[in-house]
């Protein structure tokens, strides 16, 4: 087992050179992620430092300046792994090594160091759930054939019907299709199923298993030993199953089983979660003592806020995505009673809570019962619009339908609205005035590449999309190629200043020039795009400056109110804002 004080770990926050920003470890009594924004980043698609046409570690950490110039507290990095990329690298053959289009362990290091040296800490993508099929623990399990120990450590069954030709139930993928696939085993029959919630080349890790568990506690030490400060957990509400594998109800719209999370649905969110997250937990406070102090977890989760916050006892993750907001419509009747509903969801987390002392009401409630006089503060929002799974909010704005309406949710079709045309245009002023009221709201928030500029989806021609989800779906849903196109850094060039090299071997790549927008630290630069679309880094910088000032002076709140009376002129449409004070716990 590793020991955090004598890693790598003991050396964040010692480099000077943040030009007077706040070092990775921290001055307020208040945990740095508490309020946090965090700017996401997608290796393949950020900047390509040696010229193959593929983003890459190098690429990020000479671009660093761009996301401190923004004001950001931290970097959050999508998958770096070795993989296949079948999923976008969200299918993980080796959790402690670096892709080799991306670069190097070595590159990994100085990225990481580097961005403590500006002041940004590190959260990078752990993949929990399922691996890729060429991880050589799952390649064990096939070949070792049915009653070979490795396959516990993933979810193998027989199959049903007079000679297993069926799935052993009618669990879904969440990309389509059934949710199993079938192997050949080693004497060339059909054979076993195994489970894979999305692609089958992601098979599902079976998390009763011990040895799965530990594997997992090592990968996590691993990367904290080098200095990463906290992991974004993918799918963080699937890993545990109910392994009695009952049937789901039928969705009526597909005639396959449901994916519905508002019902108790035996494949999200079961009670096991909990002893995961704590032994999670625990690894991290293992380094509270380092300089980068206490480890953190942010949760992929897409559930209602009542079970959300169950993930934020004290004991188990720091944060939790709220997606809810992300998904929300234009609307600000919509807007409120998620933000409301999120905000009161997290403030009867506190130990002060008159509902909270009045009994437990739920079973993670009892995790926040202390001892006597002890306090517990409330959990902590995240706020969202956009990340590498959804289309961009330029885009979704810019509908007829923009987004789910909470107040009669089950008229929203997903599908159907993902057709719709966009007036990108009033997309990208709706997202501007998103983005604003991200930025007022108590708690963390979360900006991914792009966003800062008002960038919308590339519609990628059918024969080019790479996204599983295209096949799996018969062609229905179009997958989420269009957010994930590599970054234009400037307004001419073969690749838009993606790359040394002038290429890019993605095949989103091909905005129209008319839709390319500067990108880059160069002040005067970055005013032509201010100019041009109404939309500039200066503006996603000078929002997250204006979060940080609020409540320090009378003059920053009027600037706040100012904006907001800003977004309601010219308009007969309702405009919801927030206030963001200093002294307002989030």
């Known amino acids: 087992m590793s020991t955090p004080t004598s890693s790598r770990a003991s050396q964040i926050g010692t480099t000077p050179g943040s030009g007077g920003r706040p070092g990775p470890t921290g001055t307020d009594a208040e945990p740095w992620w508490r309020s946090a924004v965090v700017y996401q980043i997608y290796p393949r698609s950020f900047f390509d430092a040696d010229g193959d046409g593929t983003g890459d570690l190098r690429g990020i950490t000479s671009h660093l300046d761009h996301v401190v110039s923004l004001g950001a507290d931290a970097i959050w990095i999508s998958p770096w792994y070795p993989s296949p990329m079948v999923d976008g690298g969200y299918d993980v053959a080796d959790y402690c090594g670096i892709h080799p289009d991306f670069g190097t362990l070595d590159d990994a290091e100085t990225l990481i160091d580097t961005a403590h040296a500006k002041g940004l800490r590190v959260l990078i993508d752990l993949v929990p759930n399922h691996c890729s099929s060429q991880h050589p623990w799952f390649r064990e399990a096939v070949s070792g054939g049915p009653g070979h120990p490795m396959r516990d450590r993933f979810v193998f069954r027989d199959g049903t019907g007079a000679h297993g030709e069926l799935p052993p139930n009618n669990w879904p993928s969440v990309f389509g299709g059934a949710a199993w696939q079938r192997v050949v085993e080693p004497d060339g029959k059909p054979g076993q199923w195994y489970l894979h919630f999305f692609d089958p080349g992601q098979p599902d890790w079976n998390w009763d298993n ?70 999670w937990r625990a690894v991290a406070r293992e380094y509270a003592d380092t300089p980068g102090g206490e480890r953190v977890f942010v949760a992929e989760a897409y559930l209602p806020h009542d079970r959300l916050v169950q993930f934020l006892a004290p004991d188990r993750f720091q944060m939790s995505f709220d997606f809810e907001f992300l998904q929300s419509a234009w609307d600000a009747d919509s807007l409120r009673w998620v933000i409301d509903g999120c905000l009161a969801a997290h403030a009867r987390t506190g130990s002060n809570n008159d509902e909270q002392n009045a009994g437990v009401s739920s079973r993670d409630d009892a995790d926040r019962q202390t001892c006597a006089g002890e306090h517990v503060d409330a959990s902590t929002a995240t706020w969202v619009i956009g990340n590498h799974d959804v289309i961009r909010p330029a885009t979704r704005y810019g509908k007829p339908v923009t987004g789910i309406d909470f107040r009669h949710p089950e008229d929203f079709d997903d599908i159907a609205t993902k057709a719709m045309p966009s007036d990108v245009d009033l997309g990208r002023r709706r997202a501007r005035a998103a983005l604003l009221l991200e930025m007022a709201l108590p708690g963390g928030a979360y900006v991914y590449q792009g966003e800062e500029l008002g960038l919308d989806e590339v519609q990628v021609p059918t024969d080019r999309i ?80 204006l979060r940080k000032d609020f409540g320090k002076s009378q003059a920053a709140v009027d600037r706040a109110r100012d904006s907001f009376r800003n977004l309601a002129q010219g308009t007969a449409q309702r405009v919801l804002g927030f206030l963001r004070m200093r002294d307002a716990k989030p």
Do not use: Y
């Open 466 to 545: 790479e996204d599983p989800t295209w096949q799996r779906s018969g062609h229905v849903d179009r997958g989420r190629d269009g957010c994930r196109v590599p970054m234009p850094w400037t307004r001419s060039g073969s690749s838009f200043g993606f790359g040394a090299g002038g290429v890019a071997v993605l095949a989103q790549l091909g905005l129209p020039a008319s839709e390319q927008i500067i990108l880059g630290s160069d002040r005067e630069a970055v005013l032509l795009v201010a100019r041009a679309l109404g939309w500039s880094w200066e503006t996603t910088a000078a929002l997250i400056s």
């Open 210 to 279: 011990e040895e799965v568990r530990a594997e997992f506690d090592r990968i996590l030490r691993f990367w904290f030993d080098r200095g990463v400060d906290g992991f974004r957990v993918d799918v963080a509400d699937a890993l545990v199953k109910d392994m009695s594998l009952p049937d789901v109800p039928i969705d009526p719209r597909t005639g396959r089983g449901t994916l519905d999370k508002s019902i108790d649905n035996p494949m999200w969110n079961q009670p096991g979660l909990a002893e995961v997250q704590r032994r």
